[in-house]
């Protein structure tokens, strides 16, 4: 159902090309993951070889997951992205659950806790007082939003600037670690220990990986905006993803070349270890702005891209109308924007959104895994022969379903009292759904 008043002829505005997308995309994915989460990694599966198998795993399922959203952009190139696809495979309420994780708690969260890394690296690398992290880390949130208030052109020129500053930072961190002055390398002299059970090690490996290739599916969210968002948004979702796989490896590799997988898991900051073993301090310096960059371009894409699913969902009459306006002048849904700002900051300033986090990441996968299944239920319902189709059907699809379902199986079995009341948050949205169906405009599907 369409937009009522003036937003009946305010559209969002198509500047994006495959170039911005591609960004998007790069800037989706990569934020502190790579720079955290290889110890955890290498922790869990004690060899440098399997380090590289792991993420290697990863990479197959990332690059499953953006064919399969490839597809469906070009099937669907709306605003909102996954929330449209789960809502025309399963009914409005599939897509209002998705969305109404995403508001709460999923995008908001990440986007407090994405800030406040930032703010933690920028005021190291300023030298300022430790306490002026939290309000570097929410001037960050307004500031990103005002942006992106100003129209999808300027939240895209950040986007794409701070992308291309991380990439260079990991390409220079690759290029030192690998072909720089070291010693013998790590992984031969060093090797590791391989555990017992090489299963279940890899298994439980394979979930920060996971987490860390997600974020590819943001750019859907702002199909709208692509000039050809048919031919365009294919092409960007999967170049994004392998430009990302590639420097994944590539970082991964480093790593290792430098510090050995026992070296590797007893790391709390292995960027910084990694390329201090060449060029010092200053090494250090340059791999701490790299992630200030990393982080805060993670960040502007997050409020750019997330604001479009509420957007949409309030256009179907699921939410409240004001989140369906678009700014007659700046083509941007304002108020979902101020709103998940004002949210985010709430949720940083009370420190609740790490704990909140963890209740409901397992949901993310939830989703995730359900809109590989939507591409079996639309193509079912509606074959296409033209245009981009996911290859290897479907056997991409249960790779990666199969996947999203032991992350999620992993994340219950780990901590089943997170996931009961992750699961609660998030039902906390079917009462919210039926009231809008009562009280909302005269048609939801």
């Known amino acids: 159902m369409g937009v009522v008043g003036h937003d009946a002829v305010t559209q969002y ?111 190291a690398l300023l030298g300022l007082p430790i306490g002026a992290t939290t309000g570097v880390a929410v001037g960050a949130i307004v500031l990103l939003t005002l942006i992106n208030v100003l129209g999808v052109a300027w939240g895209a020129w950040v986007q794409n600037v701070f992308t291309l500053l991380k990439l260079g930072a990991i390409a220079v961190l690759i290029v030192v670690a690998l ?108 791999i701490s702005a790299g992630i200030v960059a990393s982080t805060f371009g993670f960040l502007g894409l997050t409020i750019l891209a997330s604001p479009r699913v509420y957007q949409a969902m309030a256009r179907d009459g699921l939410f409240f109308d004001a989140f369906s306006r678009l700014h007659p002048r700046f083509r941007t849904p304002v108020g979902a924007l101020l709103f998940q700002g004002g949210w985010a900051v709430a949720l940083l300033l009370t420190n609740a959104y790490g704990q909140l986090l963890d209740y409901v990441v397992f949901a993310d996968w939830i989703f995730f895994g359900s809109t590989g299944v939507a591409l079996v239920v639309l193509r079912r319902r509606e074959p296409v022969t033209a245009g981009f189709r996911c290859p290897a059907f479907p056997v991409t699809v249960t790779v990666f379903v199969a996947a999203a379902a032991y992350v999620v199986f992993g994340s219950v079995a780990s901590n089943p009292w997170n996931a009961v009341r992750g699961a609660g948050l998030l039902l906390l949205g079917v009462p919210v759904y039926w009231w809008r169906a009562r009280v909302g405009r005269s048609s939801i599907g």
């Open 13 to 123: 505005a198509r500047r994006l090309g495959v170039f911005s997308g591609t960004m998007a995309v790069i800037g989706g994915i990569i934020g502190s993951g790579i720079f955290l989460n290889p110890p955890i990694v290498a922790q869990r599966v004690g060899t440098g070889p399997l380090v590289l198998a792991v993420w290697g795993l990863g990479a197959v399922v990332a690059i499953a997951g953006a064919l399969i959203f490839a597809e469906l952009g070009q099937r669907m190139p709306k605003a909102g992205g996954q929330y449209a696809y789960l809502r025309a495979a399963f009914g409005p309420m599939a897509g209002f659950l998705d969305a109404w994780a995403l508001l709460l708690i999923i995008a908001t969260g990440a986007i407090a806790a994405v800030a406040f890394t930032f703010a933690s690296y920028f005021v």
């Open 179 to 286: 072909f720089g002055p070291t010693p013998e390398s790590p992984v031969l002299r060093d090797p590791g220990v391989a555990p017992s059970n090489l299963w279940l090690a890899v298994a439980s490996a394979l979930v920060p990986v996971l987490f860390s290739y997600g974020g590819w599916q943001q750019t859907n969210n702002i199909a709208e905006e692509f000039v050809d968002p048919v031919r365009q948004l294919p092409r960007a979702i999967v170049l994004g993803v392998l430009v990302v796989v590639l420097a994944y490896l590539g970082t991964n590799l480093a790593y290792l070349e430098a510090l050995g997988s026992v070296g590797l898991a007893a790391s709390t900051a292995p960027a910084a270890e990694t390329i201090a073993t060449v060029l010092g301090q200053s090494g250090q310096r340059f």
